[in-house]
């Protein structure tokens, strides 16, 4: 899964905290635990010294080395009983001296047999979360928060039905590989919140989400061809083209230039042809899409998009006159 060197950087340094953090609270324990029962200092001193005999074991040829070494590993075995019944006697849990780290797994360096631990891929997951959340309506839009009552014609109220669980299996059923969704409707008909619903399961998965209106994803980009700024995490571009989904909001009410048309073809196209799911929303239909943008563009969309239709009236209308 593809992360921005941001966010990557956030999250090794939580897991920096964590890790700094829990040797800390070990060494304490360390002193507290050897100045009540100074005899454990001694023993680790013992156990200390018997893996520098074994080591030095190893690179003996002598026919009793091994012999050796497993008389050293038993020595070393009855050291660590001898301490955890020292510990217990002491008032002390048999386990207090070890570093509690919040992920025992990786011990919090956020790897495990070289990849990414669960505990990472958690950090990475919240993260996102959060700067989606920043410009979207993120933590406000789930799937439990959206209503079909909203919707009277019960025509309309069964087709938004379908809708909404057609989206709640698709957020389920989520790979990297899944379809492209083209949702299309009037305004205020849910488009945005089912889409951020979508994206709120998909990051639950440990997944990386991107979230943007096009016009503002597309004014990133111009800023970024023409020298004006720069993202620390690489270009607008490199993310758009690398996250797992992508979700391009109210596709058609950028102000439209040869450039804007050029860079939405683009990155739908490059999506497309690396197998990575899209989901755009607009108040467009196709008809009107073909309309407004170059053939080149439509027919992408068109020919690769499940188109998922939204119809009804205004709900954000509806609940202001609540």
Do not use: W
């Amino acid at each position: 899964m593809a992360y921005g060197i941001e966010t990557l950087e956030k999250a090794r340094v939580i897991l920096e905290q964590r890790r700094t953090s829990a040797e800390a609270r070990a060494s304490l324990r360390h002193k507290e635990v050897i100045k009540k029962c100074p005899e454990i200092g001694i023993l680790e001193n013992e156990v200390a010294s018997a893996g520098l005999s074994i080591i030095k074991a190893l690179g003996m040829k002598s026919e009793d080395s091994k012999k050796y070494i497993e008389l050293l590993a038993e020595k070393n075995l009855a050291a660590q009983e001898k301490k955890v019944a020292l510990l217990k006697s002491n008032g002390f849990a048999e386990d207090y001296l070890e570093v509690p780290y919040t992920c025992k797994k990786c011990s919090d360096t956020g790897f495990y047999n070289g990849k990414f631990c669960a505990c990472h891929l958690k950090i990475l997951e919240q993260i996102t979360s959060e700067e989606l959340s920043k410009t979207s309506r993120l933590k406000l839009s789930g799937f439990d928060s959206f209503s079909l009552d909203y919707y009277a014609n019960p025509e309309e109220k069964e087709m938004m039905k379908d809708v909404f669980n057609f989206c709640k299996d698709y957020a389920d059923d989520f790979s990297t590989r899944s379809d492209n969704l083209y949702m299309h409707g009037g305004v205020g008909l849910g488009k945005t919140h089912l889409s951020l619903a979508i994206a709120n399961e998909v990051i639950k998965k440990g997944y990386n989400v991107v979230y943007g209106s096009a016009q503002n994803l597309i004014s990133k980009i111009e800023r970024e061809k023409f020298g004006r700024s720069r993202s620390p995490e690489g270009t607008t571009e490199d993310i758009l083209f690398d996250c797992d989904l992508l979700i391009i909001d109210d596709l058609g009410v950028e102000f439209s230039t040869a450039f804007t048309v050029s860079a939405i073809y683009n990155i739908i196209n490059t999506r497309l042809c690396e197998g990575k799911p899209t989901i755009i929303s607009s108040n467009f239909d196709f008809d009107e899409i073909e309309k407004r943008y170059e053939q080149r563009l439509t027919s992408r969309i068109m020919g690769s998009y499940k188109e998922i239709e939204f119809c009804g009236e205004d709900i954000r209308q509806l609940k202001a006159g609540e």
